[in-house]
C-alpha cells in the first residue's frame, strides 16, 4: 500500500460543534436585542402625577332596582313548576322601598315606564349630567319573556346604565 492510497482513504472530518455554538450565541444575541412592539392590547391609564392623595367628591348615585320573581297562586314564592304561577313585577329603590306593578294580577310594564320616569326626572333634577341606574334583578324561574320586557322598558325611558343582578358564588 502506498501513501498516497492512505490518504485517498482518510476521510476529512469537519468539528460542527463551535459551529453550533456560535448559531446559538448569536440566536441569544438576537432575542436579546430585539424590541417587540406592543401597541395592541396596551391600557390608556390617565393616572394622577405629583399631586398625593386628592380627594375626589363623593357622586352619589341614585340606582333603582326591577325585581322579577315567580309566585304559585297559593303565594309560595319560587315555585318548581314553572308552568304554574305567576310573574310579579316589583321595583324601586333599596332607601324608600319596593312598589308591586302589576294590575289585574298581571305584571304591567307600562306602569314600569311611569315610574322610571319619574325617577330619571328626579335624578336629573338632583345631579345635573348624570343618569340613573337601573337593575335588573330575575330568579331563576322567571320566563326570560318578562325580562327582555322589563329591559324594553328600561329602554323605551332611555336609561343607558342597566345592569343584570347574578347570583353571588362563594370561593
Known amino acids: 500500500m502506498s501513501l498516497r492510497d492512505e490518504i485517498a482513504e ?20 438576537f432575542m436579546l436585542s430585539a424590541k417587540f412592539k406592543t401597541t395592541e392590547g396596551q391600557i390608556q391609564s390617565f393616572l394622577p402625577k405629583n399631586r398625593g ?4 367628591s ?8 326591577v325585581f322579577l320573581s315567580w309566585c304559585r297562586p297559593q303565594g309560595y314564592q319560587y315555585s318548581k313548576n314553572p308552568k304554574v304561577g305567576r310573574p310579579v313585577l316589583k ?14 294580577g298581571r305584571p ?18 338632583r345631579n345635573a349630567g348624570e343618569g340613573i341606574k337601573v337593575i335588573i334583578d330575575a330568579q331563576p324561574l322567571v320566563p326570560w319573556e318578562h325580562v ?3 329591559l324594553d322598558a328600561v329602554v323605551t325611558v332611555g336609561i343607558k346604565d342597566v345592569t343584570f343582578a ?6
Open 10 to 29: 482518510e476521510e476529512i472530518k469537519m468539528d460542527l460543534t463551535p459551529m453550533i455554538d456560535v448559531t446559538f450565541l448569536l440566536l441569544i444575541f
Open 53 to 56: 392623595m386628592a380627594s375626589a
Open 58 to 65: 363623593h357622586k352619589e348615585v341614585s340606582e333603582t332596582r
Open 91 to 104: 321595583c324601586g329603590d333599596p332607601t324608600i322601598g319596593f312598589k308591586l306593578m302589576e294590575r289585574n
Open 108 to 125: 304591567d310594564y307600562t306602569m314600569l315606564i311611569d315610574f322610571l320616569k319619574k325617577q330619571k326626572v328626579q335624578q336629573a333634577g
Open 148 to 150: 327582555i320586557k322589563a
Open 166 to 171: 347574578a347570583k353571588e358564588e362563594p370561593y
